[in-house]
């Protein structure tokens, strides 16, 4: 089974406005993290925001914040106010401390394109 | 703080020849360092994880005798595409954590490895 899921290929947002980009996770580890990386047509992986198990509040970071639903398993990122430099892939991931030390699984990827 | 860079950022090599790519923590030492392999318009695969001083763990399907992966220093992990064919053609990407609280993973910016 999948343990990381972005259902959403690609997407087209239109330029300041908001989008929400899915993220589901599969994991039977009471302590995880959630991560959500940028990569531009670089190829350069740009840490962009995280979430602990724990955590009370949702993870913000500036234009970026995270939607933290435990028992559905979903860490959607909103990306506010969209710019056309948010065109990129965007990927999920998740460590499960007690199960894989320091791995991360990647979610397969999200294109988002920002229309002008 | 935490960059991580890689060298060389792309290599054109003959089939048959072994290609060695770097990856370097530059203002922090890595405690763990890992190697991924990405195709085009596909996700991140984790090839290995490796320690300074031991040897690397490497995941399933992944030829040890082929990605030789050499753990010199907390500043420094070595991956060797030996005997490289057009099929290793890909981008590889090293990352290496630090030891935080919740050790995120600084990426390099990748190196782009094609096999004529």
């Known amino acids: 089974a999948q343990k990381i899921t972005q259902t959403q290929p690609g997407m087209f947002v239109q330029e300041k406005e908001a989008v929400t980009l899915d993220c589901t996770y599969d994991?039977?580890?009471?302590?995880?993290?959630l991560f959500w990386y940028k990569q531009p047509s670089s190829g350069e992986m740009i840490f962009l925001i995280y979430?602990?198990?724990?955590?009370?509040q949702n993870a913000t970071e500036g234009r970026y914040s995270l939607n933290f639903q435990k028992a559905r398993k979903s860490a959607n990122l909103v990306i506010s106010a969209s710019q056309l430099g948010d065109s990129a892939m965007y990927f999920c991931a998740m460590r499960e401390y007690n199960n894989a030390g320091n791995m991360l699984t990647f979610g397969g990827g999200t294109r988002l394109m920002v229309k002008p | 703080g935490a960059v991580v860079s890689q060298h060389p950022s792309w290599v054109i090599c003959k089939s048959g020849t072994s290609v060695k790519i770097e990856c370097r923590s530059l203002d922090f030492q890595a405690t763990t360092m890992f190697w991924y392999r990405q195709f085009p318009k596909q996700s991140l695969m984790l090839m290995a994880t490796?320690?300074?001083?031991?040897?690397?763990?490497?995941e399933q399907g992944v030829e040890k005798d082929k990605f030789l992966i050499n753990h010199a220093s907390l500043t420094l992990s070595t991956l060797t595409v030996t005997s490289a064919h057009p099929e290793d053609s890909s981008f590889y990407i090293c990352?290496?954590?630090?030891?935080?609280?919740?050790?995120?993973?600084?990426f390099g910016p990748g190196t782009r490895l094609t096999v004529l």
């Open positions: 990352s290496a954590t630090r030891g935080s609280l919740r050790n995120e993973q600084f």
């Open positions: 490796s320690n300074e001083g031991s040897k690397a763990t490497y």
């Open positions: 979430q602990g198990s724990y955590d009370q």
């Open positions: 994991t039977s580890d009471p302590s995880y993290g």
